[in-house]
């Protein structure tokens, strides 16, 4: 919060006798007249409230998720082999797949960070978190339809860095991956946890462990299948939250209930505390030095949470190879709206209706539910714990789901196969189920760390690109440059991250209080080191690989082994030459979309310097279209294209589909309903 440079309410002036603190009410709303903290440590809901949703509900909803695939696995006679648990057959649709990539992208961060870069930066913050997220995902198409031409066999991206470079660097990886799991379920845990406190009351540590049961649940007994499942329902219900919020905002709303209102509430706010480095202090401008810093860390940053994070290698390896690309841009634009039409409404609202949120509030994630519960009392306590429960449970679910991967085919396999051992499908699921409870417990354990170290959600999301960004480079090069090197991935990734800890802590180390939490968290500072992480990185990688190129035709990593057989992992000649067709649409798209995400659009709001009430409402309509459209694609599209697999569970096998011959790729472009009625069936089977 910038420092104030204006009158403002006291204590004193307010006639309330509880201390000197500053109130942040310049409305002079007589609930917050005394109250320097909107929480204030007192939970809006009953304990019991908490538990129904976090427990029972999670219980209920593993219960009812597994229940769906076990009817689909009966009624439609799909063998749950190791394959099928692991890849889902690899025949997932585009709409099913774009579902799941905006479920798994949806963290407890993009709901609470997302508002809560709006409540320091202004408009530029949801745009900046928006766009720098969206970015990975649609450059990531590329490698998802990559993967389905060079290595179609592959359960996890380490398989193809240990067929291409040994196991020296398929070791060295496997840390990063590793690594980006743990960060990513950390910051699920701890927003997560942060929320059920502070809107119910239970005790932080005892929410840490009880968020995962649920997931562990459906995760243990459907393997990928479920969660995609599970995935499915999850978007539907986030996308129709944030709907019911941005109407609440700016159309029904007694207080706000229009983007004018807003306007003018957000220029009275910075009358009193304009915001610090924004274009005349203004909250509605595209100028904000902290706003662009935020967005190169962010984009850094998840880089290296999409391409080193199994979660999406997984989903683009269950995805059809058309359904590959689309799913992933589809799925990208419509989570863009999350982020930027979510923060867009509750994050200017908490500002607008000038609410006592204090820093350590915002910090720990707490914008949206304060807002929530101001617009719509309990009700919105509920709906926004909903939300983020659903949040939390589906990513992580794909956490679980790509550790439990990781496990059985890059620890377990090569381990048995060098006691010379061929691993058996029974054996793939029996440690793939072992995995997901061991790390279940543990996403609780690291809750509660990082809690006791007194680590904010806020800290964990930008610092992330530190750790894990050297290997973004050298993980995309292994299956997309023949000439890229062991040596050269290798150094790149361990170089990278040591000059990016060495930058990180070394300029922090200038500030007052030298290296701490605080000094380390800067905007600048974080900014520096994950720039230098992913940048470093891949110019390590680039030079050692010219001066020592490899020579990959690409055999060793289309010839990984199946463990159980799997005939959609094999490609016909004509399905090759439709990728490549593919490739080519992709490429102009991912280019397109890109340059058009992070340049276009923010260089085109320049010339409008602080917006006028007039750009705003242009600005707020937009997002609110988006909104919708998102919605409207995620719920409807899914379910379309497994028109007849849900017709033959509804009936419980009585209405068969109809079954057609199976038929190779014709054209990237091609409508997938129009796939065979077995695709459709083991593909993408939702509600």
């Known amino acids: 919060m910038a420092t104030l440079t204006g009158p403002h309410p006291s204590i004193e002036t307010l006639g309330c006798t509880n201390g000197p603190e500053l109130v942040r009410n310049y409305f002079s709303d007589p609930l917050y007249a005394c109250a320097t903290s909107f929480f204030d440590g007192k939970p809006v809901l009953d304990k019991w409230v908490g538990y129904v949703i976090v427990l029972a509900f999670g219980i209920a909803f593993g219960v009812a998720t597994v229940g769906l695939v076990l009817i689909e696995q009966h009624v439609l006679g799909r063998r749950m082999d190791s394959e099928f648990f692991n890849t889902a057959g690899r025949s997932v649709k585009t709409g099913l797949t774009a579902s ?171 009358a009193i505390e304009p915001v610090g480095d924004n274009k005349g202090g203004s909250y509605l401008t595209m100028f904000s030095k902290n706003g662009l810093l935020f967005g190169l860390s962010n984009i850094c940053g998840n880089f290296g949470t999409v391409f080193v994070d199994q979660s999406y290698w997984q989903s683009a390896i269950a995805a059809t190879p058309q359904a590959a690309w689309k799913g992933y841009i589809l799925g990208g634009l419509s989570w863009f709206s999350i982020p930027f039409t979510l923060a867009t409404s509750l994050g200017l609202a908490s500002l607008a209706l000038s609410l006592p949120i204090t820093l350590d509030e915002a910090a720990d994630g707490l914008v949206p539910p304060a807002v929530a ?86 800290w964990v999301y930008l610092g992330m690109g530190v750790i894990i960004g050297s290997a973004v480079a050298p993980v995309a090069m292994s299956i997309t440059w023949a000439k890229c090197s062991g040596a050269g991935a290798i150094a790149g990734a361990v170089g990278g991250l040591g000059l990016a800890i060495a930058s990180w802590l070394g300029y922090a180390s200038t500030f007052d209080g030298g290296i701490s939490i605080a000094t380390t968290g800067r905007d600048e500072v974080m900014v520096v080191g994950n720039l230098v992480a992913i940048l470093s990185s891949a110019a390590i990688c680039a030079a050692v690989s010219l001066i020592k190129p490899d020579d990959c035709d690409w055999s060793a990593t289309k010839s990984i082994a199946l ?125």
Request: aromatic letters at 10%.
């Open 100 to 270: 799941v990539i905006v479920s798994q992208w949806t963290w407890a961060a993009t709901l609470l960070q997302s508002s809560n870069v709006a409540y320091k930066y202004g408009i530029s913050g949801p745009f900046w978190y928006a766009s720098g997220a969206t970015l990975q995902i649609i450059v990531f198409s590329l490698l998802a339809v990559q993967v389905k031409r060079r290595a179609p066999t592959a359960h996890t991206f380490l398989e193809i860095i240990q067929a291409r470079w040994g196991t020296t660097a398929h070791t060295v990886f496997l840390f990063f991956a590793l690594a980006t799991n743990i960060i990513v379920t950390s910051m699920l845990i701890l927003g997560g946890s942060a929320v059920v406190n502070a809107l119910t009351g239970i005790n932080v540590n005892l929410a840490s462990f009880l968020i995962p049961l649920g997931v562990i649940l459906y995760t243990l007994a459907g393997g990928l299948k479920a969660t995609f499942v599970a995935s499915y329902f999850n978007t539907a219900v986030i996308l129709i939250a944030l709907c019911i919020f941005v109407f609440q905002v700016y159309v029904t709303d007694s207080t706000l209930g229009s983007p004018s209102v807003v306007y003018d509430r957000l220029q009275q706010v910075v």
């Open 373 to 458: 519960t101001h617009l719509m009392g309990k009700g919105g306590s509920v709906l926004i714990l909903i939300m983020l429960f659903m949040a939390v449970t589906s990513t992580g679910a794909a956490e679980q789901i790509a550790v439990s991967s990781l496990v059985a085919y890059d620890v377990y396999v090569p381990i048995r196969r060098a006691m010379g051992h061929t691993p058996s499908g029974r054996e793939i699921i029996l440690v793939s189920r072992i995995a997901i409870v061991a790390f279940g417990l543990l996403m609780g354990v690291l809750g509660i760390a990082l809690n006791a170290i007194g680590v904010s959600l806020g």
């Open 563 to 687: 463990v159980d057989e799997d005939a959609n992992a094999a490609l016909t000649p004509d399905d090759e030459a439709a990728i490549d067709r593919a490739m080519k649409m992709i490429s102009a798209w991912g280019i397109g979309l890109a340059l058009v995400l992070v340049v276009a659009w923010p260089l085109l709001t320049l010339p409008a310097g602080v917006f006028s009430k007039g750009y705003f409402t242009f600005w707020v309509i937009l997002s609110i279209i988006w909104g919708l459209m998102a919605t409207g694609a995620m719920v409807l599209l899914p379910v379309w294209e497994s028109r007849a697999a849900i017709l033959a569970v509804l009936t419980l096998g009585q209405i068969k589909p109809a079954m057609e011959p199976t038929k190779t790729l014709e054209d990237p472009l091609e409508d997938d309903a129009s796939d065979s009625a077995q695709e459709e069936v083991s593909g993408a089977i939702t509600a």
